[in-house]
């Protein structure tokens, strides 16, 4: 079964940083995709960064320069890197992981459009001062 558990969210004043966590274990396969997404209040989920099992990664626009997306393959954890915080980031954040034939950029869209795929969660982010 696979199983993503997030940790890491919480309070933070504008213009601060904070780094998410996301233990995983039992991905459908070697060759996969992982990424963050998050939900504002009131909106739908929005797509933030991905990695794949190569380490090839994309951030979204909204994200670009601000967040980075990394991981630990001996410790089976994703992380997400935010600097720059600002309350348009506040927000539930979850990681997910999808079939490897959806490929890396299907975070953008076609995976938080659908929910597919298997997801954690989430942890939550308030950027306020």
């Known amino acids: 079964q696979v199983n993503l558990v997030e940790s890491g969210g919480g309070s933070v004043p504008p213009g601060g940083s904070t780094r998410l966590s996301c233990e995983y274990s039992?991905?459908?396969?070697?060759?996969?995709?992982l990424g963050w997404f998050r939900q504002a209040p009131g909106k739908g989920l929005e797509g933030v960064a991905a990695i794949g099992s190569s380490g090839r990664t994309s951030h979204s626009d909204s994200v670009k320069g601000r967040f980075t997306i990394s991981r630990d393959t001996a410790a089976n954890t994703l992380f997400l890197q935010m600097d720059m915080l600002t309350p348009e980031d506040t927000g539930m954040y979850f990681c997910?992981?999808?079939?490897?034939?959806?490929?890396?950029?299907?975070?953008?869209?076609?995976?938080?459009?659908?929910?597919?795929?298997?997801w954690g969660q989430g942890t939550q982010v308030t950027v306020s001062s």
């Open positions: 039992n991905l459908p396969s070697s060759d996969y995709y």
């Open positions: 997910a992981t999808w079939w490897p034939s959806l490929g890396l950029e299907a975070y953008k869209l076609y995976v938080p459009n659908g929910h597919v795929g298997f």
